[in-house]
Antibody, heavy 119, light 107 residues
Framework: EAQLVESGGGLVQPGGSLRLSCAAS????????MSWVRQAPGKGLEWVAN????????YYVDSVRGRFAISRDNAKNSLSLQMNSLRADDTAVYYC????????????WGQGTLVTVSS | DIQMTQSPSSVSASVGDRVTITCRAS??????LAWYQQKPGKAPKVLIY???SLQRGVPSRFSGGGSGTQFTLTISSLQPEDFATYYC?????????FGGGTKVEIK
């Protein structure tokens, strides 16, 4: 069974940076697209970014493009999200998720890590 | 970007009721639509993908339908564990987008 464990969340000041990590196990990580999805407190779900199996193809929601960078290390079964120039509206729980390319759905989700941007 | 509009935003229902949630896309998305269930403090869980395919392990009282721009999630007989928030999501094109959610509450 797939397991995804996020880490790296915390409190950061506006304009600051944070790097989220996701440790994957229980499946062949290098075979799957991966996603980051976030959820602001009390709000709905928002897709953030996708990366393909070898890291050569990446997609971002407009609100984070140029500030966030998704990456992966298949040798370490690890997914990352580098977040720069953080703003208050980036405050959210960030989930690491397996994305099924052929059908487009988000399959296994991690438990999430909370990022709070506040002075 | 494709906008996803869910209705209603909340519904009060009793155990045993039939509940239908609607999701409308701002443009055609073929059959690339998924439904998720989220309980408080937990990560979402996929129920249905490609409009009507039931994810393994999901009870058969959940069903999905529709095509093009109009889609539905139906719970045929609401159970106590089904009280949660439900989201639709389109996967026809990036950015992936979600509906605003429908909270199913106990009547």
């Amino acid at each position: 069974e797939a397991q995804l464990v996020e880490s790296g969340g915390g409190l950061v000041q506006p304009g600051g940076s944070l790097r989220l990590s996701c440790a994957a196990s229980g499946f062949t990580f290098s075979n799957y697209w991966m996603s980051w999805v976030r959820q602001a407190p009390g709000k709905g779900l928002e897709w953030v970014a996708n990366i393909n199996q070898d890291g050569s193809d990446k997609y971002y929601v407009d609100s984070v493009r140029g500030r966030f960078a998704i990456s992966r290390d298949n040798a370490k079964n690890s997914l990352s999200l580098q977040m720069n120039s953080l703003r208050a509206d980036d405050t959210a729980v960030y989930y690491c998720v397996i994305w099924h390319e052929s059908s487009g759905y988000l399959d296994s989700w991690g438990q999430g890590t909370l990022v709070t941007v506040s002075s | 970007d494709i906008q996803m509009t869910q209705s209603p935003s909340s519904v009060s229902a009793s155990v045993g009721d039939r509940v239908t949630i609607t999701c409308r896309a701002s443009q055609g998305i073929s059959s690339f639509l998924a439904w998720y269930q989220q309980k408080p403090g937990k990560a979402p869980k996929v129920l249905i993908y490609l409009t009507s395919s039931l994810q393994r392990g999901v009870p058969s009282r959940f069903s999905g339908g529709g095509s093009g721009t109009q889609f539905t999630l139906t719970i045929s007989s609401l159970q106590p564990e089904d009280f949660a928030t439900y989201y639709c999501q389109q996967a026809n094109s990036f950015p992936l987008t979600f509906g605003g959610g429908t909270k199913v509450e106990i009547k």
